[in-house]
Every structure is written in structure tokens, then in C-alpha cells.
């Protein structure tokens, strides 16, 4: 299965108080190609972003980046995934301050393969009422023994092939954390 490329960038900004106030045509476009047609300009410009980002945890994370790229006014770069059902998607998201504690994000793909189908990614069919952790960042999966592993694997391991898929819920793994933390670190 080969590879394929989107060359688009995807922006956003957000003001001092974290509420949405830019996204580009190809930020709109992304969200309606997955399921989100609902993310319109109309409904998220003033908005908080926090409000669109799944997971305390994450959510917190988000905040120390935020925190580390208004205070010490530089650059910082985090890679992540977003996959679709059938797409493993790298990104590569650079946030940049802007004035007065306002941020701008700047996405770019890396890479995205096509993969064989995961519908536990799948938002549009119906899930069962189990719940298993996602790594907001990598999109691994939580298995019981405490270990984080590629949603295939946890399709094996957890015999998911074929059952209704469980629902996810939003967690951050140790590997994203502490990749993160680093880059924060850095002086
Ligand atoms: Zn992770």
C-alpha cells in the first residue's frame, strides 16, 4: 500500500484567553472530509478551544505547551497522530506566539498511509458501551497490563475483529508525555 500526500497547511489561532479566533479554508476542509462538518467558522470562531479537545489529560498537556510557548516566546514543535478508520496520519504541529499572548498553530501532514480498516475510529457506527484509553498523541491503545499498544495489535490482542467496537476515551501515554515534556524543557 503506498503513500499519499497532502501538501495543505492547516492554521489556526487562538487569543490570550485560548478562544479561537482564525482558521484557515484548509483547517474547515479537514474537519468536514472527517465527520466534522459541524466545525464551521461560524461555530468555533470565539469559542474556547479546550472545548474541542478530548481527555483532561490532554487537555492539560495542551495547556503546559501553550503556557511554554507564550512564556518563553519561541517555537515549539509536537509530532502526533490523527488517524482516520483507514489512514495511519503523521502531523507535525508548530505553534508560534504571536502578540499580546495570542498563538497561531501550524499543521502539516508528514506522512499518511493507508491501513487495513479500524473501526474502533469509526464515529459514524455504532459502538458498544466498554470503554478502552487512546492516547490523544500517538493513538495507541491501553491494553490491561498497563501497556500501550498499535490499535491492530489491540484488535488482536483484545479480539475486537468483527465484535462492535468499544468506545475510547482520551489519555495521554507516558512515551507522549515525557517526549513532550522534553521539547518544553528545552531552554
Ligand atoms: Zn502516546
Redesign the pocket.
Known amino acids: 500500500m503506498g503513500r499519499v500526500d497532502d501538501l495543505r497547511t492547516f492554521i489556526y489561532r487562538i487569543d490570550a484567553q485560548d478562544r479561537i479566533t482564525f482558521v484557515n479554508r484548509e483547517w474547515v476542509e479537514f474537519a468536514r472530509e472527517n465527520e466534522a462538518s459541524e466545525l464551521t467558522p461560524e461555530n468555533v470562531l470565539g469559542q474556547p478551544l479546550q472545548r474541542y479537545i478530548s481527555g483532561w489529560e490532554t487537555r492539560h498537556l495542551y495547556e503546559l505547551i501553550y503556557q511554554c510557548v507564550r512564556e518563553k516566546g519561541r517555537e515549539v514543535q509536537v509530532h502526533f497522530n490523527c488517524d482516520s478508520p483507514h489512514l495511519r496520519r503523521s502531523f507535525r504541529m508548530r505553534l508560534f506566539p504571536l502578540d499580546r499572548g495570542a498563538l497561531e498553530f501550524s499543521i502539516q501532514v508528514l506522512e499518511i498511509k493507508p491501513v487495513l480498516p479500524r473501526p474502533i475510529l469509526d464515529n459514524t457506527i455504532e459502538h458498544s458501551a466498554e470503554v478502552v484509553v487512546i ?1 490523544s ?2 493513538k ?1 491503545i491501553r491494553i490491561e497490563n498497563g501497556h ?1 499498544v498499535e490499535i491492530a495489535d489491540a484488535m488482536t490482542y483484545r479480539a475486537l475483529f468483527g465484535a462492535i467496537p468499544p468506545k475510547l476515551t482520551h489519555d ?2 507516558e ?2 508525555f515525557s517526549a513532550i515534556r522534553r521539547q518544553l524543557d528545552d531552554p
Open positions: 492516547c498523541w500517538c495507541r500501550w495521554v501515554c512515551d507522549c
